[in-house]
């Protein structure tokens, strides 16, 4: 196994490895890079839904996202994000046209200790980029007056406010949620500074866009939150990741921000990319009914 780092904040790239075929020693030794590096990108992969779905199932528990049109019927711990449509013209994949905003993946549940996997299928011939950035180096860079502004600060975040947008602007997007999976996914409430279960660090845990905030005034607090996102996404804090086929990027979604790039260089091509989401160990808010969350998001 070659290593070596992405960003002097986070990632690091894993090369000279089959990770569909590692051992247990050789998995740990991936495990802690992960959280060591918070983000981790494997090089030259050749995953199947199905390979994808079992190194999902080692890393901890699976979640069925929630846009189950989009959750292969074999294997629904694996979606698919992009652009490409059957012969019909029907779309194969999510294409969020807007998804040039920095976020956290699955801040609408408890259970915030998340890794992402986005594996790339197809990639265009340019454009469809990712950024990361480590919420943890930006909490280490805070002032300290910023520090005791937000020590107390919580927020609400809502899964139907980030998608009912995307549907507004966008219908043919995905189909929308029945009253039933709108029940499943209530709001949750979450501390802006919170502590890593597994390296300790100090993280920011933002949502650009809460329907509440507590422990400051309201006004107050959405310019608490544009500020301390304009520091984690300062140009030199952020990794940019231009994909090859066979990439495989792992990202813990406890200690990191991230945004697509714009859709526009590449609309006109194909990207696929099949994308996981994990809960991993340990968690102090677990999810107690995931078994019949994912159920309800079954394709």
Known sequence: MHTEPLHPDLGVRIADIDIKRVDDSEFDEIVGLYYRHSLIVVSAQQLAPADQARLAHRFGRPKIENRKQYNLREHPEVSTVGNVHDARGKALAFFNRGGVAWHTDGTAACHVNAATFLYAVEVPRRGGDTMWCSTAAAYDTLPGDLRKRIANMRILA?????????????????????EEERAALPPVWHDVVQTHPVTGRKVLYLYADPIEIDGVPAAQGHALIAELMAHCTQPPNVYKHAWQPGDLAVWDNHATLHSAT?????????????RSFVYTLPTARPIPNLDELNAIFMP
């Open 262 to 274: 714009d859709v526009a260089p590449y609309e006109a091509d194909r990207r696929l990319m099949h």
């Open 158 to 178: 809502s899964f139907h406010a980030h998608n009912d947008a995307i549907l507004e602007k966008d219908p043919a997007s995905h189909v929308p949620l029945t």
